[in-house]
């Protein structure tokens, strides 16, 4: 016993020397989503740590294995939707991903329940203000 505890202590020291990045990459302002001032801080509450360049990382994202876990989670975020270059994605993609959005809200599949274990959920609230505003994303195309 006390030499698997004392192998486990080594692992996790060394696997901890094993770099992971969650940095926020350089991107151009005006690529960012026109967002409705009801709906912003929403979405910097409860999607931008995933789905935007604008990641405020926790204090546990710097301890392995988690912070590999977490970089997995803001990359695959980010590339099924990235509020901060929405306007450079093509339309028809945008459409796509604003119906998706309205559909993973509504079934509670977002945020997801590993997130919100350290975060707070959506409100019944801000779920219905989030799938009215994905609606109109769908309906008027976003302009450069």
């Not at 294995?65 to 590339?79: M, Q």
Request: glycine share 2%.
């Amino acid at each position: 016993m006390k030499k698997a505890l004392i192998i486990t202590a080594v692992v996790m020291v060394a696997i901890q020397l094993i770099p992971v990045s969650i940095d926020n990459p350089p991107y151009d302002p005006a690529a960012e989503m026109a967002v409705p001032q009801e709906i912003k801080p929403i979405l910097q509450k409860h999607c931008f740590d995933c789905h935007s360049n604008h990641v405020v990382k926790p204090w546990y994202a710097s301890i392995a294995p988690i912070s590999w876990w977490i970089a997995s989670h803001v990359n695959e975020g980010r590339k099924a939707l990235n509020f901060s270059t929405w306007r450079d994605t093509p339309e028809f993609i945008r459409k796509e991903r604003s119906e998706r959005m309205e559909t993973v809200i509504a079934n509670g599949r977002m945020p997801l329940p590993s997130y919100t274990l350290m975060h707070p959920p959506l409100t019944a609230k801000e779920k219905e203000l989030l799938r009215a505003w994905a609606r109109t994303l769908k309906e008027a195309p976003a302009t450069k």
